[in-house]
């Protein structure tokens, strides 16, 4: 006996086994992430949506079809059923609900008619050449009526692809309507999930009734199916989904009329926020518009499933746009009924700007005074800070590598030094924000000056490193600068004492959320796209971090290196007695520092010297592992393993070793291999150094020092964000100075440009004029 509902299954596969084989067949990775949870309450964040188990698509009417609204967008398409198959063979249920029946029956009707019009006037006039012929408007059911299969079969050639199964269901409101229908459409759905088939499921727009006012859509069990949006939730509910993601020509839902100037998308939607929504008019095709959604999501979270309402046409984010929400990236609304107990990190950003803004306009001594009682603080409320280090230590004992383990340690020396780096900066900032750097007299009385100002907010991202906060804290407050601090979660507890300390110290001239520290689940990749919020970010971490930053910032610069290859040449006139104490501070003093040296280059002349001898010996004793360029492999009989690249940061115990022939050649060695960071040269002879340190084009180029210098302590500017490498703005370790912009102040009396032509009564004086000595104490 057939099912009471309307069911019409095609099956995308070309053997009755493909069911059993399925996954087999692909080659995508599984997932690692549990998959299975208890329904009934939805996730709280969306960094949980990676665990989706059981997962609706509803494809908007606009996703799906053309721009002229006749025919489908078949890129588009092509693209949501590779991220929809990917999905499904990493072990998750993937159902999806879609239009675009009526385009596609469209688009095929017209060209009948076109055909049919052609053919009657071809006969009636026996001429071949034919007039302009006017199509009628054509009736929506019709239309849905011509595509349905077309639709289908467009879906199930996609599908095979990747060797997944499809199924096509139709349904109306009635089917949900009828007890037994119901548990139809369920039974049918569950045994297709079981057999991994990807239900493809639409109102049967053949037979739909015209739609009513939502006037139903109260409760839980009393959803009408009157659009795709209202389907996709009923289903959603029924089907105990996880996850709901609607696609549509929006980004999601906007506190006014997108595309207006004040329009901000809200990335968390919760209930009873319906007044902080403007919603505009419905979508250029479909039934339904964003209330309609929005109605519809909120019933769906009511019913225990997390719901996105997300862009699906954009071409920039289309192509990934559905993997994305899976892996909980901040695309699109997210819907929740938690909401969080503090600020969102946009409401962080905002604060953090007009804070920054007030902290530019104290006087220098009120922002010394800030940065002194900093200094105080750690020293006085030291129990305390080394107490919250301690369960940090305690918690990342045994997940932590040893170099990390000794980033993430606080003492009573390291706070003392902290303390002491901090009243440095308090020293030097009372000359920062406000220095005039240049005078001009543009004409009489019409006078220019270049000023330093704040660059606006940084965002500081550091790993294991709780010293870091009160540092860069120390710095944005000097040069006035908002700051957003992201720290490792390993140093969450020092972090967050150490931030509320900076806030105390902030409070004494009150602008205590000028600094503010992130702890919302928010992941790094979406901090960098605050690109309206955010001027400038700064990574502190490993170089992989720094690359993921760069690779992940859209539009914000980003201060930093990505690696810290350092190199010393030992020249053939090197000094027996610097060359092992400077090879050893700088490889063994702190193997993991990004100024610590990775390439030791020796001048052949040193080969089989007791020069030589001595460094390897040094080396040995130190236990640092050796790996040998292939010119210095050539030189020995019994060589250390042969280094895999030249261009290798080891972070630890480990040293390359390579042979040059001259100064010369350690340049070009290290413009090739190197990262322009820190670079060193140990000679005798002047004239050679000298060459040397004009000529690498580094940030740090030194001549008989240790490569562990590079560092914003230890060149006195206090402390340091960041030890740069790029060549606009700052370079090298970057204090004070790297975290000030410049603005211009013309001041004038009723001057204008015309003033200045060929026939004006004006002329450019452009002149210098002295720039005024500040009163510092």
């Known amino acids: 006996t057939p099912s009471p509902c309307y069911l019409s299954f095609f099956y995308a596969f070309r053997h009755p086994s493909a069911i059993r084989h399925v996954r087999s067949w692909s080659n995508i ?39 002229d609204e006749c025919g489908l967008a078949l890129g588009r398409l092509a ?88 199924a096509q269901i139709l349904v109306t409101n009635l089917d949900f309507h009828d007890e037994q229908k119901r548990r139809n459409l369920n039974g049918t759905l569950h045994e297709l999930l079981r057999m991994n088939i990807v239900p493809i499921i639409n109102t049967n727009d053949a037979v739909v009734p015209p739609a009513e006012p939502n006037s139903d859509l109260q409760g839980v069990n009393v959803i009408s199916v009157k659009d795709n949006d209202s389907l996709a939730a009923r289903l959603a509910v029924e089907m105990k989904t ?8 929006v980004e999601g839902l906007f506190d006014s009329p997108p595309g207006s100037d004040d329009a901000k998308l809200i990335d968390i939607f919760y209930p009873g926020d319906q007044q902080s929504v403007t919603f505009g008019t419905k979508s250029r095709v479909g039934m339904g518009g964003m209330e309609a959604k929005v109605k519809a999501a909120l019933w769906a979270l009511q019913g225990g499933t997390s719901v996105v309402i997300a ?75 080394l107490l919250a280090n301690k369960k940090d230590m305690e918690e990342a004992e045994g997940r932590l590598a040893a170099p990390l383990l000794k980033r993430l340690s606080l003492s009573t020396s390291k706070l003392n030094s902290l303390a002491i780096g901090l009243r440095q900066i308090a020293s030097s900032s009372q000359d920062s924000v406000g220095r005039v750097l240049r005078r001009t007299r543009i004409a009489k009385n019409l006078e220019l000056e270049q000023v330093t100002v704040p660059i606006g907010v ?42 509320l300390l900076t806030q105390e110290a902030l409070s004494i001239h009150g602008v205590k959320e000028a600094v503010q520290l992130v702890n919302t689940r928010e992941e790094v990749e979406d901090l960098c796209r605050l690109d309206k919020m955010i001027d400038l970010i700064i990574p502190r971490g490993s170089s992989q971090l720094v690359r993921d930053i760069q690779k992940a910032a859209k539009g914000i610069p980003v201060m930093g290196h990505s690696e810290g290859i350092c190199h010393m040449y030992l020249d053939s006139e090197a000094s027996v007695d610097k060359v092992t104490r400077l090879v050893r501070d700088s490889k063994c003093e702190y193997p993991a520092a990004c100024n610590a040296l990775e390439t030791l280059l020796i001048h052949r002349d040193l080969l089989r010297t007791p020069l030589f001898d001595q460094i390897i010996d040094m080396l040995r004793v130190e236990q640092v592992k050796i790996h040998a360029g292939p010119k210095f492999a050539s030189y020995l ?46 000679t005798e002879n002047e004239k050679t150094a000298e060459f040397f340190l004009q000529h690498v084009d580094s940030a740090c180029v030194f001549w008989n020092a240790s490569t562990r210098f590079s560092d914003g302590y230890r060149f006195g500017l206090g402390a340091e964000v960041g030890i740069s490498t790029s060549r606009i703005h700052a370079r090298g370790p970057v204090g004070l100075e790297g975290l000030l912009t410049t603005k211009w102040l013309l001041r004038g009396q009723d001057h204008v440009v015309s003033d200045f032509s060929e026939h004006g009564s004006l002329k450019y004086l452009h002149e210098n004029l002295p720039i005024p000595q500040r009163n510092i104490n």
């Open 29 to 67: 990775p599984f997932i690692t992430v549990p998959l299975s949870r208890a329904h009934g309450k939805s996730f709280a964040h969306r960094s949980e949506l990676k665990h989706a188990k059981r997962i609706v698509v509803k494809l908007g009417s606009a996703v799906v079809t053309r721009g």
């Open 637 to 682: 009989t019994f060589s250390p393993s042969e280094v895999k690249s030249l261009r290798t940061e080891y972070g630890d115990l480990e040293l390359c070793i390579e042979v040059v022939d001259n100064v010369q050649e350690a340049i070009d060695h290290i413009h090739k291999y190197g990262s322009s960071h820190t670079d060193v040269i140990v």
């Open 311 to 385: 862009n699906g046409t954009h071409p920039k984010v289309s192509g990934h746009v559905i993997t994305d929400i899976v892996e909980g990236k901040k695309v699109g609304t997210f819907f929740s009924e938690v909401k969080p107990a503090g600020p969102t990190v946009e409401q962080q950003g905002e604060m953090a700007r007009s804070g920054g803004r007030m902290l530019a306009t104290l006087e220098p001594e009120q922002r010394a005074e800030i940065i002194h009682h900093l200094a105080d603080l750690l020293t006085d409320q030291r129990d305390e800070i």
């Open 242 to 249: 996880d996850l709901l993601i609607v696609l549509s020509d």
């Open 458 to 499: 940084l965002l500081v991202i550091f790993e294991s490193r709780p010293d870091c906060l009160p540092q860069v804290a120390a710095l944005a407050i000097a040069s006035g600068n908002g700051l957003l601090l992201k720290g490792g979660k390993e140093a969450a507890h020092s972090n967050r004492i150490l931030h």
């Open 79 to 166: 693209s949501i059923v590779e991220q929809v198959s990917v999905l499904q063979n990493q072990g998750r249920e993937m159902m999806l609900v879609t239009s675009g029946a009526v385009a596609f029956g469209k688009q095929r009707l017209r060209h009948e008619i076109l055909l049919s019009q052609s053919v009657r006037q071809a006969l009636h006039s026996g001429q071949n050449q034919l007039k302009e012929m006017a199509i009628p408007v054509l009736e929506a059911r019709a239309c849905a009526a011509a595509g349905q299969s077309g639709l289908m079969a467009l879906y199930e050639a996609m599908f095979t692809q990747y060797s997944i199964c499809a």
